[in-house]
């Protein structure tokens, strides 16, 4: 994982409904993830079945569970 974001940031990286490869950092306000060119699909989001990438971004964007 090379890449990371702030749990505040509303992208797909951080969001609850992307299923791309992540993991969160040990003080879990930090998502880590290979690049923002990652994808995963979206699973009941905005883009709900689309693979979008790490960076993408929509209106029903919810922080992902396991952040802070």
Known sequence: MSSTKPSS???????QYWGGPRKADFTRVRVEYGSDQDKGECVGGGWNRQQKTASST???WEKWGVLK
């Open 9 to 15: 940031w509303k992208q797909c990286a951080t969001c």
């Open 58 to 60: 929509c209106g029903k």
